[in-house]
């Protein structure tokens, strides 16, 4: 069942739209051993999926095939529109149209969703992914709210700024996402791809050292995807600090599709500890 819900939200202050997958019954449930549906009370483990820059809520929709994994697994998948925010709130510059979308997809969305929809808020039924700029939204969640969810799965992306990701595109970029970063020409310049010194790695630091629980991570890439250079920095900064982190690098793919259908279905039936199924009431 897929659901398009729109709501005027005081974090983004306008009207935006949210796509929502809820699994429905399935003439093969019967078959593979699933719970009864349409139970009252019945909820389900929730997924909140973040797309990539120049896209929307429907991208999932159109490009994947994220529908039929949803229902095949029980899980309801929730889909933000980010446009290209980079999941970041407006500076207060922007008063009084400030748009907060970091605010909105962390605290308002997961709120509105819990009070009018079937799933569940306990963290162990909590997952977030994204890919791309929506990788950047998984990060802050890890670092953040690691106490709110399970795992986290960043798709050709990690822990980045939106502005150095177009410098390097402007910089060694051929036209396509098949290309390498010049990482000693960086050095030479002294760019950093990556700052561990920002506020998100400092909190994902402090984490640690405060004895926070810590959400699984797994990330990632394209072998010809150009941002795999960004994807390393962010791996190896995450798991110097101590996070379980899993890393996956699939060669011959780029920044496409293709990629982000396979793992999708990866994610849903192999690598999330999910139920595969609906959680009936007690």
Not at 15 to 21: A, K
Request: charged share 25%; with cysteine; net charge negative.
């Amino acid at each position: 069942m897929i659901c398009r819900f729109n709501y005027f939200s005081q974090a983004l202050m306008k009207q935006t739209n949210v796509t929502m997958i809820l699994p429905s019954w399935d003439a093969f449930d019967d078959f593979k051993g699933k719970a009864k549906s349409y139970v009252k009370g019945t909820k389900f483990q929730v997924l909140y999926l973040y797309h990539g820059g120049t896209g929307d809520d429907s991208d999932y929709i159109s490009f994947s095939n994220i529908v039929r994994y949803a229902n095949d697994n029980k899980i309801a998948v929730v889909m933000p529109c980010g446009y290209n925010s980079g999941y970041a709130n407006d500076g207060p510059e922007k008063l009084p149209w400030q748009a907060r979308y970091w605010d909105f997809v962390f605290e308002e969305l997961p709120k509105v969703c819990n009070s009018m929809f079937p799933i569940s808020d306990d963290p162990k039924d909590v997952f977030v992914a994204g890919l791309s700029m929506g990788a950047i939204a998984t990060s802050k969640w890890v670092a953040y709210g690691p106490e709110r969810f399970n795992t986290a799965v960043m798709m050709s992306g990690g822990g980045m700024d939106v502005d150095k990701i177009m410098q390097a595109v402007a910089e060694y970029g051929n036209g396509s996402t098949d290309f390498a970063i010049d990482m000693n020409d960086l050095n030479t310049k002294g760019m950093k791809l990556i700052d561990p010194e920002s506020d998100l790695y400092k909190q994902a630091k402090k984490n640690v050292l405060d004895g926070k629980k810590l959400p699984k991570i797994i990330m990632t890439c394209g072998g010809n995807d150009f941002i795999r250079s960004f994807v390393y920095i962010s791996r190896d900064l995450f798991k110097s600090y101590g996070y379980d982190v899993t890393y996956e690098e699939v060669p011959n793919y780029t920044h496409e599709w293709d990629f982000w259908d396979l793992t999708l279905r990866k994610m849903l039936y192999d690598w999330l500890p999910i139920r595969h199924d609906v959680l009936l009431p007690e």
